[in-house]
């Protein structure tokens, strides 16, 4: 659940999108297998931490605390790296719309249906933004034109969604407010990875200065946002706010520097492959850690989701 950079080629399911190339640097210490395993925990333990964070404070002071460390991290490698931000008006403009699609909406639009709904299900509903992406990218990408498979896992992948929110039983005892927040959150991905592609795509920036840019401007919304909306809390509870450090250190500032690495290591069809592990992470963790219930349809329907959603990934092979 992290942020999208100018040369994405595809549209994150778990929060940011998928990040192009890495910046350039010092080969990885680590395995790409470590670091993909590290990645799918950090970004399927996040939707615990939004609900553990939102138990001692507002969400969009979440929201600001999760970017305000994320986009520190991202400035200590920028330093580390000697790298600097972005230049040009025309670029911090699109930046901030960036940074509003994929970072500052969906982050806030989690953090409030995490009131309300488990942190396993919104891990699940965040699953469906491939499915989002795909079906954006028919109409506003003349490039991405749709094949029988493709159009198969949109379906396939919707079905999934009847299935975990319990269609057949009229939806009872579901929080239809909390759901339709955190499917709103996914779909806010994919619209931005597509602004991204339109506005950013080309840009002789790095990932890292055009993130960077990207992630302190969705700070710099939520700080005037968040005074208007929220109070400051009486107390400061130490658990929620070392969730929500953790959340924004790890799995806002972290996650981006390791996805970084494995595109350019292992190339994206891998490196997207942590999409399908982030659900199953995310209900383990709110079923043994939070205490959590599944009925047998959650589990069932998000297995739907994820084969819908790899078919979705499905390219025809091109043709010499």
């Known amino acids: 659940m992290s942020s999208v950079t100018a040369t994405t080629t595809t549209p994150s399911p778990t929060a940011p999108g998928r990040a192009g ?20 925990l950090i970004w399927g333990f996040s939707f615990l931490l939004i609900k553990v964070g939102t138990q001692g404070y507002a969400p969009f002071q979440v929201t600001l605390g999760r970017l305000a460390f994320g986009t520190a991290v ?26 509003f699609l994929l970072n500052a909406l969906p982050f806030s639009l989690f953090a409030f249906a995490e009131l309300t709904i488990p942190s396993t299900l919104a891990g699940i509903c965040n699953a469906t933004s491939p499915l989002w992406g795909m079906a954006l990218s028919l109409v506003a990408l003349s490039e991405d034109r749709p094949t029988r498979v493709r159009v198969a896992g949109l379906g396939l992948g ?10 057949w ?14 499917l709103l959150a996914s779909l806010s991905y994919p619209v931005g990875w597509i602004y991204v592609r ?11 200065s055009l993130t960077s840019g990207q992630l302190l401007l969705a700070t710099l919304q939520l700080a005037v946002v968040t005074p208007l909306f929220t109070t400051l809390p009486t107390e400061f509870a130490v ?19 390791i996805q970084y690495g494995l595109v350019a290591e292992v190339g994206p069809t891998t490196g997207q492959m942590v999409t399908y592990f982030v659900p199953v992470i995310a209900a383990a963790a709110g079923v043994v850690i939070l205490g959590e219930t599944l009925t047998w349809s959650t589990p069932i329907g998000a297995v739907i989701v994820l084969a819908g959603a790899a078919l979705t990934q499905v390219r025809p092979r091109r043709t010499a």
């Open 21 to 40: 190339p890495a910046p350039d640097g010092a080969r990885p210490r680590l395995d790409w297998r470590l670091r993909f395993g590290a990645l799918s």
């Open 74 to 99: 991202l400035a200590v490698a920028m330093a580390v790296r000697r790298e600097r931000l972005p230049r040009g008006a025309r670029t911090w403009g699109h930046l901030a719309v960036a940074g």
């Open 158 to 167: 919707f079905l999934g969604v009847l299935t975990v929110l319990g269609a």
């Open 169 to 182: 039983q009229g939806f009872e005892g579901l929080d239809a407010r909390g759901t339709a927040l955190a």
């Open 198 to 208: 339109r506005t950013l795509a080309g840009s002789s920036h790095s990932n890292l």
């Open 239 to 257: 658990g929620p706010l070392l969730a929500v450090a953790a959340l924004g250190t790890l799995g806002t500032g972290l996650a981006v520097l």
